[in-house]
T-cell receptor
Framework: EAGVAQSPRYKIIEKRQSVAFWCNPI?????LYWYQQILGQGPKLLIQ????????DSQLPKDRFSAERLKGVDSTLKIQPAKLEDSAVYLC???FGQGGVLAKNIQYFGAGTRLSVL | AQTVTQSQPEMSVQEAETVTLSCTYD???????LFWYKQPPSRQMILVIR??????QNATENRFSVNFQKAAKSFSLKISDSQLGDAAMYFC????????FGQGTELSVKP
């Protein structure tokens, strides 16, 4: 079974530029998550989708970050304009669903995109 | 708000020995899940073990086991017969609504 795919693996940009990350979840997984992991910290949830609807974006800096999951499968996370403090690893994860039995709640992660903002 | 605390930023273990990683959490919810994830330098988070809060029996996965103390809000991970491949960052995570991670414990394994 294919895992969560993310691209690119690495991205270096200058501050005030824009950048986009792509994620393809595990086939059949309805729920998709984007996390930000700053060096030395645990991942922090940015946004959660259920199919193509947003469930939770309370920690997404909406003045510069946006995300979409138009057809309920792939997702794109965009930063515009980037700031130095956006340097981090951006992880995408997916799960079968949420709530109910444990198996639905297990999140599977991609390898992440390491963003460096200079 | 729920919080997860891992008080050991770094741990070290000799190959073939046993090590225990600590985790405490704070919540007012009664129904939740707890996880331990492993993150090698390649960055991909790998699920190690999971526990449902309503189950009193501690979860076990091969060399990995947990000590779940619900009243104390403690969820420690024991790794037996440590192997070089166990070296990684380990994250404890709590899931009520959203998944909340601790700060991580970096485990090194000495040959």
């Amino acid at each position: 079974e294919a895992g969560v795919a993310q691209s690119p693996r690495y991205k270096i940009i200058e501050k005030r530029q824009s950048v986009a990350f792509w994620c393809n979840p595990i086939s059949g997984h309805a729920t998709l998550y984007w996390y930000q992991q700053i060096l030395g910290q645990g991942p922090k949830l940015l946004i959660q989708f259920q199919n193509n609807g947003v469930v939770d974006d309370s920690q997404l800096p909406k003045d510069r970050f946006s995300a979409e999951r138009l057809k309920g499968v792939d997702s794109t996370l965009k930063i515009q304009p980037a700031k130095l403090e956006d340097s981090a690893v951006y992880l995408c994860a997916s799960s079968f669903g949420q709530g109910g039995v444990l198996a639905k709640n297990i999140q599977y992660f991609g390898a992440g995109t390491r963003l460096s903002v200079l | 708000a729920q919080t997860v605390t891992q008080s050991q930023p770094e741990m070290s273990v000799q190959e073939a020995e046993t090590v225990t990683l600590s985790c405490t959490y704070d919540t007012s919810e009664s129904d939740y899940y707890l996880f331990w994830y492993k993150q090698p330098p390649s960055r991909q988070m790998i699920l190690v073990i999971r526990q449902e809060a309503y189950k009193q029996q501690n979860a076990t996965e091969n060399r990995f086991s947990v000590n779940f103390q619900k009243a104390a809000k403690s969820f420690s991970l024991k790794i037996s017969d440590s192997q070089l491949g166990d070296a990684a960052m380990y994250f404890c995570a709590y899931k009520g609504g959203k998944l909340i991670f601790g700060q991580g414990t970096e485990l090194s394994v000495k040959p």
